[in-house]
């Protein structure tokens, strides 16, 4: 079975994205191996223990560490501008307490991008992750939602989340000459993005200083379901093949149960569609 013309693209979603890391893990478990990925915000960083061959690792680390104030908590903003811990989250986790394989991460024979969105241009931008420093500079970018994280720097350049100007990068994915994809989504089929009070008022905070990824913020609905709309149209066609959480994830669940649960469903559907999923790969 040759995977070579297939791509693993990875919606972002915060503490949704257990459901991501149960199928994800089923694929290693499989040998499922694609030869380009793609993530976004936290889609990446289960793209990282895909890519790294860790299978359980994103299920430890959210639930291990969802309470800890050192990972999650208003004191950070004191110390970081952040209401999650950088130093703990980004540094001290994958390189002292649940130590990530980098070496593993860096011989995969793929490519694995992460998108993060310019703060001054307001555009998305992918760049190599197996690039990325130990202290996860480029995981922080593409994590960075605005007022929960301050704006990380690359290069001397400020960068935000990756899902603000592309969610779902299925375009990316078709622009580097792929023509079969496999999706996971972290919404339940159905789901549409709505411009919220929350959203609009981050974007007034924005529009000052980065005014071009203000108006990406107030656009971002639009083509987030303009996105789901085109993906959907590919499923009829048999062009991608979606996985997609049965119903609504809480992106900031604090129960642990919960967070088991939505692995599990990841995890399930995965076994499940096994036999479906290899019959696509091998068209």
């Not at 990925?37 to 639930?63: E, F, H, W």
């Amino acid at each position: 079975m040759s995977l070579s013309n297939t791509s693993l693209i990875l919606e972002g979603g915060t503490f949704r994205t257990i459901f991501t890391a149960g199928i994800l893990d089923h694929f290693i478990d499989e040998n499922i191996e694609m030869p380009y990925v793609v993530g976004i915000s936290a889609g990446a960083i289960n793209a990282c223990s895909y890519v790294a061959k860790q299978p359980g690792r994103t299920k430890r680390v959210l639930t291990m560490y969802r309470h800890d104030k050192r990972y999650m908590g208003l004191g950070n903003f004191f110390t970081e501008r952040s209401y999650f811990g950088l130093d703990f989250a980004y540094n001290q986790l994958p390189n002292q307490l649940d130590p990530f394989d980098w070496e593993a991460f860096r011989l995969f024979s793929g490519e694995v991008e992460f998108g993060v969105t310019n703060a001054y241009t307001g555009e998305v931008e992918f760049m190599d992750a197996k690039e990325m420093d130990i202290k996860c500079t480029l995981l922080q970018a593409t994590c960075a939602i605005p007022v929960l994280f301050p704006e990380i720097k690359l290069k001397g350049i400020p960068y935000y989340d990756g899902g603000l100007a592309q969610p779902i990068p299925i375009r990316r994915a078709q622009e580097k000459g792929y023509d079969k994809h496999v999706l996971v989504l972290t919404r339940p089929k159905g789901y549409r993005k709505q411009l919220d009070q929350t959203s609009k008022w981050v974007t007034k905070i924005l529009a000052k200083k980065y005014p071009l990824l203000a108006d990406t913020m107030l656009h971002r609905a639009i083509r987030y379901n303009h996105t789901l709309n085109k993906i959907e149209e590919m499923e009829q066609r048999g062009e991608i093949f979606v996985f997609r959480p049965p119903y609504a994830l809480r992106s900031f669940e604090k129960n642990i149960d919960l967070l088991n649960h939505g692995y599990q469903l990841g995890h399930e559907q995965a076994v499940e569609r096994m036999d479906e999923l290899r019959a696509y790969l091998s068209k």
